[in-house]
T-cell receptor
Framework: DAMVIQNPRYQVTQFGKPVTLSCSQT?????MYWYQQKSSQAPKLLFH???????NEADTPDNFQSRRPNTSFCFLDIRSPGLGDAAMYLC?????????????FGDGTRLSIL | RKEVEQDPGPFNVPEGATVAFNCTYS??????FFWYRQDCRKEPKLLMSVYSSGNEDGRFTAQLNRASQYISLLIRDSKLSDSATYLCVVNRSFNQAGTALIFGKGTTLSVSS
């Protein structure tokens, strides 16, 4: 039944070692989002794809990249994770980007940095 | 001023109590408003959309005051299962790429027996 699926649920990586988080959706939604959420903080939008059009938030570090090879999949690449990147990473989708539609979230990937 | 501000709480209430959460937003051009619920270490889930005329879903009532840029959520007859963090969410336009949803930090509710 899961419509937005994130893998893995928990990811542990070493300081500076590249890591990729994945998200897939069965909703056929045009828009996919990546958020970072740290403890007791609001989800913070990193970037989103409208179809193949990539949109980066102004304050998203260059260390974070994303790929969307097709409608169903979207990846978050962290090139050189630092201790400050430990967080929950949430993928979400929406039917359009008007903002009038709610977003559907995956379960998240909790990233730990050693 | 933050785009979306909420009282973080925590709100500690007994079962059966009525509790209200408030939220203010800074972008007067915002058109869409939502309340999401987030359980500990889980993803946010849509609780309800907020409409200009106010709307109700069972024990939950949402109100919007555009003039004051203020949104509220009222929970009546609180249940233990209502314990969670409630996120106020507002859309904003950004450049020509569409809109994004901006999340408040959330208000934590703890309902006790």
């Amino acid at each position: 039944d899961a419509m937005v699926i994130q893998n893995p649920r928990y990811q542990v990586t070493q300081f500076g070692k590249p890591v990729t988080l994945s998200c897939s959706q069965t909703l056929n939604h045009n828009v996919m989002y990546w958020y970072q959420q740290k403890s007791s903080q609001a989800p913070k939008l990193l970037f989103h794809y409208y179809d193949k059009d990539f949109n980066n938030e102004a304050d998203t570090p260059d260390n974070f990249q994303s790929r969307r090879p097709n409608t169903s999949f979207c990846f978050l690449d962290i090139r050189s994770p630092g201790l400050g990147d430990a967080a929950m990473y949430l993928c979400a989708t929406s039917r359009d980007r008007t903002g009038n539609q709610p977003q559907h979230f995956g379960d998240g990937t909790r990233l730990s940095i050693l | 001023r933050k785009e979306v501000e909420q009282d973080p709480g925590p709100f500690n209430v007994p079962e059966g109590a009525t509790v209200a959460f408030n939220c203010t937003y800074s972008n007067s051009a915002s058109q869409s408003f939502f309340w999401y619920r987030q359980d500990c270490r889980k993803e946010p889930k849509l609780l309800m959309s907020v409409y200009s005329s106010g709307n109700e879903d069972g024990r939950f009532t949402a109100q919007l005051n555009r003039a004051s840029q203020y949104i509220s959520l009222l929970i009546r007859d609180s249940k233990l299962s209502d314990s969670a963090t409630y996120l106020c969410v507002v859309n904003r336009s950004f450049n020509q790429a569409g809109t994004a949803l901006i999340f408040g930090k959330g208000t934590t509710l703890s309902v006790s027996s």
